[in-house]
Protein backbone atom coordinates (compact mmCIF):
# COMPACT_ATOMS: atom_id res chain seq x y z
CA UNK A 1 0.00 0.00 0.00
CA UNK A 2 1.53 3.41 -0.97
CA UNK A 3 2.26 5.78 1.83
CA UNK A 4 0.19 8.90 1.79
CA UNK A 5 2.17 12.55 1.26
CA UNK A 6 1.28 15.89 1.01
CA UNK A 7 1.03 16.96 -3.13
CA UNK A 8 2.99 19.97 -3.57
CA UNK A 9 1.30 22.13 -5.80
CA UNK A 10 1.86 25.72 -7.15
CA UNK A 11 -0.85 28.67 -6.48
CA UNK A 12 -2.16 27.98 -10.22
CA UNK A 13 -2.94 24.30 -9.96
CA UNK A 14 -4.36 25.27 -6.51
CA UNK A 15 -6.64 27.50 -8.01
CA UNK A 16 -7.43 25.21 -11.03
CA UNK A 17 -7.85 22.38 -8.19
CA UNK A 18 -10.25 24.56 -6.14
CA UNK A 19 -12.27 25.33 -9.13
CA UNK A 20 -13.10 21.88 -10.61
CA UNK A 21 -14.05 20.60 -6.85
CA UNK A 22 -16.81 22.07 -4.86
CA UNK A 23 -16.11 20.24 -1.37
CA UNK A 24 -12.47 21.14 -1.28
CA UNK A 25 -11.61 22.76 2.03
CA UNK A 26 -9.41 25.53 1.21
CA UNK A 27 -7.36 26.69 4.54
CA UNK A 28 -4.90 29.66 5.61
CA UNK A 29 -2.79 28.35 8.08
CA UNK A 30 -1.30 31.88 9.25
CA UNK A 31 -1.52 33.82 12.19
CA UNK A 32 -5.36 35.61 12.42
CA UNK A 33 -2.85 39.10 12.38
CA UNK A 34 -1.29 38.09 9.16
CA UNK A 35 -4.35 36.84 7.91
CA UNK A 36 -6.56 40.05 8.48
CA UNK A 37 -4.10 42.61 7.69
CA UNK A 38 -1.89 41.26 5.05
CA UNK A 39 -4.65 39.80 3.27
CA UNK A 40 -5.62 35.89 2.28
CA UNK A 41 -6.78 34.50 -1.00
CA UNK A 42 -10.54 34.61 -1.12
CA UNK A 43 -12.66 31.88 -0.37
CA UNK A 44 -9.67 30.69 2.23
CA UNK A 45 -10.76 29.60 5.92
CA UNK A 46 -8.27 30.38 8.49
CA UNK A 47 -7.36 27.60 10.74
CA UNK A 48 -3.97 29.00 12.32
CA UNK A 49 -1.12 26.06 12.29
CA UNK A 50 0.98 28.49 15.22
CA UNK A 51 -0.27 31.85 16.86
CA UNK A 52 0.94 34.64 18.80
CA UNK A 53 1.78 36.00 21.16
CA UNK A 54 3.58 32.46 21.86
CA UNK A 55 3.72 31.47 18.73
CA UNK A 56 3.46 27.86 19.51
CA UNK A 57 1.59 24.85 17.28
CA UNK A 58 -2.31 25.21 17.25
CA UNK A 59 -2.99 21.62 19.70
CA UNK A 60 -6.65 21.58 18.01
CA UNK A 61 -5.27 21.65 14.83
CA UNK A 62 -6.48 18.52 13.39
CA UNK A 63 -9.76 18.95 15.17
CA UNK A 64 -10.55 22.03 13.59
CA UNK A 65 -9.76 21.25 10.20
CA UNK A 66 -11.28 18.02 10.72
CA UNK A 67 -14.79 20.14 12.15
CA UNK A 68 -14.56 22.51 8.44
CA UNK A 69 -14.53 19.45 6.25
CA UNK A 70 -17.18 17.39 8.17
CA UNK A 71 -19.08 20.27 9.35
CA UNK A 72 -18.71 20.25 12.92
CA UNK A 73 -21.08 16.84 13.22
CA UNK A 74 -19.74 13.68 13.07
CA UNK A 75 -15.46 12.78 13.23
CA UNK A 76 -15.38 9.86 10.72
CA UNK A 77 -12.50 8.73 8.36
CA UNK A 78 -15.05 8.53 5.60
CA UNK A 79 -14.47 12.36 4.73
CA UNK A 80 -10.82 12.24 5.09
CA UNK A 81 -10.85 11.85 1.75
CA UNK A 82 -12.12 15.71 0.99
CA UNK A 83 -9.60 17.65 -0.83
CA UNK A 84 -7.50 19.77 2.18
CA UNK A 85 -5.70 22.66 0.07
CA UNK A 86 -3.00 24.66 2.57
CA UNK A 87 -2.02 27.56 2.50
CA UNK A 88 0.76 30.25 4.48
CA UNK A 89 2.89 32.75 3.88
CA UNK A 90 5.81 30.63 1.78
CA UNK A 91 4.67 27.45 1.82
CA UNK A 92 6.88 25.65 5.21
CA UNK A 93 4.36 26.30 7.78
CA UNK A 94 1.73 24.87 5.50
CA UNK A 95 3.38 21.41 4.46
CA UNK A 96 4.22 21.18 8.17
CA UNK A 97 0.36 21.51 9.22
CA UNK A 98 -0.16 18.96 5.82
CA UNK A 99 2.15 16.07 7.05
CA UNK A 100 0.49 16.17 10.42
CA UNK A 101 -3.09 15.94 8.53
CA UNK A 102 -2.00 13.11 6.85
CA UNK A 103 -0.48 11.31 10.28
CA UNK A 104 -3.80 11.43 11.32
CA UNK A 105 -5.76 10.16 8.26
CA UNK A 106 -5.88 12.59 5.73
CA UNK A 107 -5.93 11.09 2.38
CA UNK A 108 -5.74 14.18 -0.38
CA UNK A 109 -3.38 17.07 1.58
CA UNK A 110 -2.09 19.67 -0.55
CA UNK A 111 0.53 22.73 0.39
CA UNK A 112 0.90 25.37 -2.06
CA UNK A 113 4.63 25.44 -2.39
CA UNK A 114 5.04 29.51 -2.68
CA UNK A 115 2.41 30.01 -0.59
CA UNK A 116 0.65 33.70 -0.64
CA UNK A 117 3.36 35.70 -0.85
CA UNK A 118 6.64 33.42 -2.06
CA UNK A 119 10.20 33.73 -1.13
CA UNK A 120 12.00 36.55 -0.53
CA UNK A 121 13.99 38.00 -3.65
CA UNK A 122 17.90 39.46 -3.75
CA UNK A 123 16.11 43.18 -2.02
CA UNK A 124 14.41 40.92 0.77
CA UNK A 125 10.59 41.55 -0.57
CA UNK A 126 8.30 39.08 -0.88
CA UNK A 127 5.36 38.57 -3.87
CA UNK A 128 7.87 39.19 -6.70
CA UNK A 129 8.87 35.61 -6.90
CA UNK A 130 5.96 33.57 -6.45
CA UNK A 131 2.46 32.94 -4.63
CA UNK A 132 -0.90 33.74 -4.50
CA UNK A 133 -0.40 37.76 -4.76
CA UNK A 134 2.21 37.04 -7.84
CA UNK A 135 0.13 35.10 -9.84
CA UNK A 136 -2.90 37.29 -9.41
CA UNK A 137 -5.17 35.26 -8.01
CA UNK A 138 -8.41 36.63 -6.29
CA UNK A 139 -7.44 37.91 -2.46
CA UNK A 140 -8.77 40.28 0.05
CA UNK A 141 -7.88 42.06 2.75
CA UNK A 142 -9.64 43.61 5.89
Not at 34 to 63: K, M, Q
Request: net charge negative; charged share 25%.
Amino acid sequence: MPTVKVTHINALEAWDLIQKEPNVAFIDVRSDMEYLFIGHPTGAVNIPWISEPDWEVNPNFVREVRRLVLGGIIESSAHHSVPVVLICRSGNRSDEAGKLLVENGFKRVYNIEQGFEGELDAKHQRNTLGGWRYDKLPWEQC
